[in-house]
């Protein structure tokens, strides 16, 4: 039994489902609607400096390039660790601050907080998907999703676990968001890390698994989100709702248990097989290791800028930059992602401005969240099963996506009655299915050696386009707005004090603007469809399978069974290094 588990620990399953639980906790930057209000109150800001703060939220959340990079030239443990430590360290000094237990900060030094507070999480975010997805480069597309799909969701999942441990005292919010993130990641230091790629039959169908696992989970908490919003929780139900999220978070270990259980009988019906014992001990390259595969070497990507190679081998990261393929991949992104991210971020002074109770607000931060979910696992399932069956090109279906988008838009500028709801579901979901299929698309197209910067590179368009769309257009006339009500009123605006806008005039002209950008983003990202129509229609991932086949007939990979025996009986867990 004890080498039963040490396969278990050492094993890629294990890493999928460690990756999960770390992903759970991590996209903690979706949570700002529940304690914006908080900020703006205790610090006396108006819109446009809250949505400023916003702004670099999404600066931090989405500008990962430096986690890119280290994890370039470091091993994931070391990237892991740096996100815990940020992320405590930052959220902490919010929570002081929000609470008043130091000196009112400058703008400057609380965009600061916000901005590292938010970029910790790209660390283990990157760690584990990046290393997942090496992991499995054939199934990138549903490791991509399942990962992203969580980081979605963890906004509700950490929402039931606030009110379990501090009710609905939303300023300790900052405090949770501040511990559990950091300790997670570091509970699997020693189980992330990138290994052989083996290959194994049906390896989609477990994917499967975990897929229906998770939307069990976001069922679940959708289900819950409705009870709660009809009826008022006490502590005690709001405990046990808690408990039983992360019961529905721990299934996929029995996932787990069960693909290597079957690879321990494996094993066990070769333990007589002596011929096959005296080949894995002599032959050293038989031991699974923990490779370096797609660190930097220096100077590669200087060299070559504009000799590019052909769509789906590896680029260096300057030939990728400069590409035009991803130039437009930038701007497609601002526009669809900028323009969600402004309506989520608002989502709480929206519903304000519309009237909605207070309560509503965690029901629409809770909707977005689980339809966030929703977009980013069927967008990368139904994307994959269309481009190996049908050769339907994943471009073709995020330029559907972000079309969609726009009905969002359209119903928050006018307002229609209870259409927040819906708005929130189209925009969550969308904003959801865009991410992971921006993040696949680079990687097919630009290759895997330098996936874990090109990845962080490819998310840049977020914050450009949540300045643009949140701070400069829905802050600005949101504000402007407000004003002309105080004005018609006849009060004066007081200094430090917040500005408060009512009705739907608020943010119409803002989310007019925003829906214009975002059919932009549509017609832009029907060039990418266009130029990478031929690209789309071969076998992009058969360089994989040759490369996996060429390898364990080499004896470089060994086969499925001598894996399994070879990781129980070399107990390959590599320490921290």
Known sequence: MKSFSLQILSSRWFTIFASLLIMSVNGTSYMFGLYSGDIKTS????????????????????????AGLVYEIMPTWVVLSIGAIMNFSAYFLIWVTVTGRINKPRLW????????????????????????????????????????????????????????????????????????PAIVPLLFLRTIRIMKVVQQEKELKVFYKFLYAALGLAGFIMLIIIIQNKLKFTRSEYISSATFVLALLFLPLAIVIKEEFTLWQSKKQNLNDHSQLNVVAENPSAVVTTPLGGRLEPFSCIVNIFNQPDRGEDYTILQAISSIDMLIILIATTCGVGGALAAIDNLGQIADSLGYKTHNIG????????????????????????????????????????????????????????????????IGFCLGAQLPLVSTIISEIFGLKHFSTLYSVGSVSSP?????????????????????????????????????????????EAFVIITAATFLGFLVSIILVYRTRRFYKGDIYKKFREEAVV??????????????RTKVDAVVVPPPQ
């Open 109 to 180: 030094q609380v965009c600061l907080y916000m901005c590292l507070a938010t970029n910790a999480a790209s660390y283990p975010n990157t760690g584990a998907l990046v290393t997942c997805v090496k992991n499995f480069p054939e199934s990138r597309g549903s490791v991509i999703g399942l990962l992203k799909g969580l980081i979605g969701l963890s906004g509700a999942i950490m929402t039931q676990l606030y009110h379990s441990f501090y009710g609905n005292d939303s300023k300790s919010l900052i405090l949770l968001i501040a511990w559990i």
């Open 551 to 564: 390898a364990e007939a080499e004896g470089v990979v060994p086969s499925r069974e001598t894996e399994a």
């Open 43 to 66: 610090l006396g800001y108006d819109q446009t400096t809250l949505n400023t703060l916003s702004f670099f939220k999404d600066l931090g959340g989405n500008l990962g390039v430096s």
């Open 464 to 508: 450009i386009g949540s300045y643009i769309f949140n701070v400069k257009v829905a802050g600005h006339l949101y504000d402007k707005e407000a004003l002309k009500q105080m004005e018609a009123s006849g009060l004066k605006r007081e200094a430090g004090k917040e500005l408060n806008c009512s009705g739907v005039h608020c943010f119409r």
């Open 363 to 426: 029901t629409f931060i809770s909707l977005v969240s689980v339809w966030n979910f929703l977009g980013r696992v069927l967008a990368s399932f139904a994307s994959e099963v269309a481009l190996t069956k049908y050769k339907f090109p994943r471009p073709l279906m995020l330029t559907f996506v972000i079309l969609f988008s726009c009905i969002g838009h359209v119903l928050i500028a006018f307002g229609v009655g209870h259409s927040l709801y819906i708005s929130s579901i189209i």
